[in-house]
């Protein structure tokens, strides 16, 4: 049972250029959360998606970055004309369906985006 | 506002027990979940608690007073393999996103 994939591992951006970044969730997993995670700092939730739904995106910036989670295919998370502060790693998580409160979210192995 | 509040760093000895706290403000509750983060790596799911009480899994155990807005995790029997940073995290509503603190550094020495 493959867990949370994400892919790239590891992005280099230069100034001004896109990043995308994708999330596949676990299998029978409907739900898809991205975070960040700056050095020295805790996760910071971004946005919440179902399948062709945006659930919750009060933490997304609101200029520059989108999400977006097709019927088909994985979740993208999309920053266009990154800057350095856009550093940071970048996790997925994914969750069943609403039906059990104690239902948590796995996590991927993250991207790590690097702007020079 | 959210606000979620644990230790920066933490020390232990190999074979002792050690106490990590957390102490929460939200604008609501549902569930307050624990994760381990090992550098460079994934959160993975610890526990999960959403009565008081205490919930024991193994090594590890996860307590929680909702009125005092307070949880702990308890790590016994610490192995070298325990040092990581431990994610508290709060399910403030619904069942939608979770709101994590820092994290608590925990460096295990021999």
């Known amino acids: 049972n493959a867990g949370v994939m994400q892919n790239p591992r590891h992005l280099v951006r230069r100034r001004g250029q896109e990043a995308r970044l994708r999330c596949s969730p676990m299998k029978g997993h409907s739900h898809v959360y991205w975070y960040r995670q700056l050095p020295e700092e805790g996760l910071k939730f971004m946005v919440y998606l179902q399948k062709e739904n945006i659930i919750d995106e009060s933490g997304m910036p609101k200029e520059r970055f989108s999400a977006e989670f097709p019927k088909e295919g994985p979740s993208i998370l999309r920053i266009q004309q990154v800057v350095r502060g856009d550093s940071a790693a970048y996790f997925c998580a994914s969750s069943p369906p609403v039906g059990r409160a104690s239902e948590t979210q796995y996590f991927g192995p993250g991207t790590r985006l690097l702007v020079l | 506002g959210q606000n979620i509040d644990q230790p920066t760093e933490m020390t232990a000895t190999e074979g002792a027990i050690v106490q990590i706290n957390c102490t929460y403000q939200?604008?609501?509750?549902?569930?307050l979940f624990w994760y381990q983060q090992h550098a460079g790596e994934a959160p993975t799911f610890l526990s999960y608690?959403?009565?008081?009480g205490l919930e024991e899994k193994g090594r590890f155990s996860s307590f929680l007073s909702r009125s005092k807005g307070y949880s702990y995790l308890l790590l016994k029997e610490l192995q070298m393999k325990d040092s990581a940073s431990y994610l508290c995290?709060?399910?403030?509503?619904?069942?939608?996103?979770?709101?994590f603190g820092k994290g608590t550094m925990l460096l295990v020495s021999p």
């Open positions: 995290a709060v399910r403030d509503r619904g069942y939608s996103t979770l709101t």
């Open positions: 608690n959403v009565l008081d």
């Open positions: 939200t604008s609501g509750f549902n569930g």
